[in-house]
């Protein structure tokens, strides 16, 4: 009698457990959620350098900025995640967000204000993002890649919604004779940033010593070395891919808007806002459908066939010159190569271990140094070349998908021998 009561109250403590853990887990989401506000400024695209009386070439530098920062950023934010544990870099980092966003609130229509406030966000936005991974997955330590898809997945939420948030207040600047543009870029900007704020009493002290399985939630206080930052040649080879991924994504989802609306289309039958929300779409049901898929299955596939097949969509729907296949085209591909970046990632945290903190860090590392590059060399590009001949340069950043999958082909068989 009394081992049947032992073992109904440790059953009932494990579903107490796992009931805040889901708690936890929904909390952090919906900030994650948050803190992609800032992706409605793309869709403001040619209302945003109106306002700020810019150009093209100055758009391109104002979204590089957060690159340049993260580069500074990136690798210190990964080795103090390893010192000091997710919480407490959450908590730092939703700081740093929540701020950036006030910057932006209370700039007024200043372009060194937008700057500071984009290269504010860019120096925690990356690290915040691994301590979130960190955290999700010691709270799950058993289902680690299907903790991560769906992390990903809610990152595409914001994606989703925010697009459409941003065409909704243009509409209503454009048709409310006493709402201006202004209004409805500053007044949402300093609600978020003070919901992120306010979100950081959540993480002022440790929820518990141990997690599941007794992992600790705060890290081991250790010496660092610079030598941490080594990482092995097929863990490099994986970062670097990783890299590359995040870098045609973000090129591509940042001057998609203003491709889209630019003199390469005649008309433009739906808002560029819009597509970016079929976009995030495609990214949710895609990381969601893949978090359904055991780690074994399709292990080796998943690293190769993503990006040749989103490539190839991509760049034949870019090559169509017509608006209506290019913008369902970028639809279908980011719905191909979004389970990518998942695979990937948990491939190196399976090669890494421990260090994957620190090789997460150095892929973050390589993105931000060669985002900064290619986002300058975007906007001086399209401020040289025109409107008319852009569709080429889209081109450049959907290249890079076939050539990860060529990438992982060949890590698969120099590396990969199970």
């Known amino acids: 009698m009394i081992n049947r009561e032992n073992k109904t109250q440790v059953t009932l403590a494990k579903t107490s457990r796992a009931q805040r853990h889901m708690l936890y887990a929904a909390v952090i989401t919906i900030l994650v959620v948050c803190t992609g506000y800032k992706s409605v400024l793309p869709v403001f695209r040619s209302h945003l350098m109106h306002y700020l009386d810019i150009g093209d070439d100055r758009f391109g530098l104002l979204f590089s900025l957060a690159a340049l920062t993260g580069l500074v950023s990136v690798l210190f934010g990964g080795q103090l995640l390893d010192r000091w544990g997710p919480r407490r870099m959450i908590r730092i980092c939703l700081t740093g967000l929540g701020g950036s966003m006030l910057v932006i609130a209370f700039g007024g229509p200043h372009f060194v204000s937008f700057a500071i406030a984009l290269a504010l966000a860019g120096v925690f936005l990356s690290t915040f993002h691994i301590a979130v991974s960190s955290y999700l997955g010691r709270l799950f330590p058993r289902n680690k890649r299907r903790i991560l898809s769906l992390n990903l997945a809610s990152v595409s939420t914001s994606g989703l919604l925010f697009p459409i948030v941003a ?133 080796r596939l998943f690293l190769v066939l993503p990006g040749l097949a989103g490539g190839a969509i991509l760049i034949a729907a870019i090559l169509s010159r017509q608006y209506a296949v290019t913008a369902v085209g970028y639809i279908l591909a980011a719905f191909c190569w979004s389970c990518e970046y998942p695979a990937l990632v948990s491939t190196l945290m399976h090669h890494c271990g421990k260090r994957f903190g620190a090789a997460m860090a150095v892929a973050g590392l390589l993105h931000a140094g060669v985002m900064f590059l290619a986002m300058n060399a975007m906007g001086l590009a399209v401020y040289h070349l025109g409107d008319q001949q852009m569709w080429k340069l889209m081109l450049v950043p959907a290249l890079l998908f076939p050539l990860i999958g060529i990438g992982a082909i060949i890590w698969i068989r120099h590396y990969d021998h199970k």
Not at 224 to 240: E, I, P, S, V
């Open 167 to 299: 065409e909704g207040l243009l509409q209503l600047a454009s048709r409310s004779p006493t709402v201006t543009f202004g209004q409805v870029l500053h007044l949402p900007f300093m609600l978020v940033g003070g919901l992120l704020f306010a979100a950081t009493f959540i993480y002022r002290r440790p929820l518990s010593t141990q997690g599941n399985n007794g992992y600790p939630f705060t890290a081991q206080r250790q010496s660092w070395q610079w030598r941490d930052c080594l990482l092995t040649r097929k863990a490099f080879f994986l970062a670097m891919l990783i890299s590359m991924h995040g870098l045609a994504d973000s090129v591509l989802h940042m001057w998609m808007p203003r491709f889209l609306e630019s003199k390469s289309f005649e008309v433009a039958p739906v808002p560029p806002g819009l597509v970016l929300s079929g976009y995030a779409l495609a990214y949710l049901l895609s990381r969601s459908l893949f978090a359904t898929i055991p780690d074994h299955c399709g292990r």
